[in-house]
């Protein structure tokens, strides 16, 4: 049975939220039911597309892979992320998270704008958080609110979105200390990314905690695998024994 909203939010304060990233229907059907929220992220830009950051992800890019993600998950909460420019407006930010609900997602991610997070609450939908360090809109990628006067603003912006009717908010690369006074203020959970251990739950990018994005590994980001070294293996393999005439043997043929 698919895990519902009241229960992540009942979560809070008594059991730790998981949450990782899917872009893929493969990958979505192992990871169903393992972590709590599967997102769909504008990662996906990095670490599936190519491209240097999230900014050139489309609608149609978060679309497809949604649906590529929902056609697998039964059990975990899926969590739908609206691009870069697809949220500047009241009418944009409906009618795309409306495309991006259609596509699977039991509920949708923005980065900031609580006045958006609030029209969205009222058309009925759910809605998910995410301040700190906003990879959509910050220029400058490092731990965000370690200023007081920073802090304070990501704190007043956990706030608004707590009243605008959010679910959850993702606190991304915070020091600890400003996650857990969030964490304590807001009744909500949070979802810590570089946030520390006082967040109500975690998330990660799935590509890093397995080792298949090795460009750069975030100081917050600890792999549990090296599935990169592992295809390389299989590769290499593969490409010798086609060379050496070793593959395909009988069992691989028909007669
Ligand atoms: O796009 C994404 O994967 C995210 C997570 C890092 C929170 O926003």
Sequence with gaps: MKI???????????EKISMLTAYDFPTANIMDGVVDMILVGDSLGMVVL???????????????????????????????????????NLEDAVENARKLIEAGADCIKIENQHK????????????????????QTVTDFKVQGKAEEDAEKIIEESKELEKAGCFAIVLECVPLELAKKITEEISIP???????IYCDGQVLVM?????????????????YANIAEEMRKAFRQYNKEVK????????????
């Design 116 to 135: 958006i997070a609030r029209a969205l609450v009222k058309e009925g939908m759910e809605v998910m958080g995410h301040i700190g360090l906003t990879p």
């Design 207 to 223: 590509h890093d905690i397995l080792g298949l994005f090795e460009k750069f590994k975030p100081k917050f980001v600890k792999r």
């Design 190 to 196: 949070t979802i810590g990314i570089g946030a520390g």
């Design 50 to 88: 190519g491209y240097e950051n999230t900014l050139r992800v489309t609608m149609n890019d978060m679309i497809r892979h949604t649906e590529a993600v929902g056609r697998a998950v039964k059990k975990s909460l899926l969590v739908g992320d609206l691009p870069v420019g697809s949220y500047d």
């Design 244 to 255: 050496e005439g070793k593959f395909p043997t009988d069992e691989f043929s028909f007669h």
């Design 4 to 14: 519902k909203i009241d229960k992540i939010k009942s979560m809070k304060g008594e």
